[in-house]
């Protein structure tokens, strides 16, 4: 059975960090492609950042680039997003998910999306 679970979320203050991890169960992460995603209350689930599966392209959507990077771990089958200077803005529950092993390219549309975790809170405030 296919799972993935999220952690490392929690209360961070403006200008902090803290880095999300994706760990996976019954599947090799590396050959799927990963999505990130948030959603914020009253609003819809949206990409936030990506990688390709197996050669690891990365792609973010324009509000966190340059603050957010994801990353692969294979030994760990884990993905991670580093998220740096964290504002008000991101505060949102933050879900991985994959795509289906067919698509070796990612996406940012949740719905492209078949796997997902049960996601983990992040919250930026002072």
């Known amino acids: 059975q296919l799972q993935l679970v999220e952690s490392g979320g929690g209360l961070v203050q403006p200008g902090g960090s803290l880095r999300l991890s994706c760990a996976a169960s019954?599947?090799?992460?590396?050959?799927?492609?990963i999505g990130w995603f948030r959603q914020a209350p009253g609003k819809e689930r949206q990409g936030v950042s990506c990688?390709?599966?197996?050669?690891?392209?990365?792609y973010y959507v324009d509000p966190v680039k340059g603050r957010f990077t994801i990353s692969r771990d294979n030994a760990k089958n884990t993905v991670y997003l580093q998220m740096d200077n964290l504002e008000p803005d991101d505060t949102a529950v933050y879900y991985c998910?994959?795509?289906?092993?067919?698509?070796?390219?990612?996406?940012?549309?949740?719905?492209?999306?078949?796997?997902w975790g049960p996601g983990t809170q992040v919250t930026v405030s002072s």
């Open positions: 998910a994959a795509r289906s092993i067919q698509f070796w390219t990612c996406v940012l549309s949740p719905g492209e999306y078949r796997t």
């Open positions: 019954g599947f090799t992460l590396e050959d799927y492609a």
């Open positions: 990688i390709n599966r197996r050669y690891g392209s990365t």
